[in-house]
């Protein structure tokens, strides 16, 4: 009887612990209103803000945000570790710009793809025309189902 009191009282507090405030570690967060990516935004929370998160349910987490908007953030956007939201020490103009990591990317820098475009050895065409593709949430939902691919069925 002990035993199952024990028990009992571990999956209480080891559900107990996975809730709890949690931060948002990507730039833009979208806060769904269904545990899916296909799911509806009922709000957006930017990086480092904090959020009470529930127990998760197959990878995504119930949040509350801090204006008390519910829905569902999946794993990847959240951290149990708090971001510290500060100013640096040196001049911002010395960090990296959004090229240069992009460049980073692709494996080379900015030298390197000015040569490579010179020599006529580069082209982002087809590159720059994906990024102009935008797939709607019923055009997804098809893809998954043709594809068998996780989400089909949602």
Known sequence: ???RILVVLLVISAG???AGPMSVQVRNCRVRATPSQLGSTVAMVDYGAVVQAGTPQKGWYPVTTADGKTGWVHES???R???AMRAGTSDAATGVSSDEVSL???GFNEQVEKKLRSEGKLDYTWVDRM???NAGADQIMKFRMQGRLPGGGQ
């Open 104 to 106: 980073a990317g692709k």
């Open 131 to 133: 990024a102009t593709f």
């Open 77 to 79: 956007a959240l951290s």
């Open 16 to 18: 107990a612990a996975l």
């Open 81 to 83: 570790k708090p971001i």
């Open 1 to 3: 009887m002990k035993i």
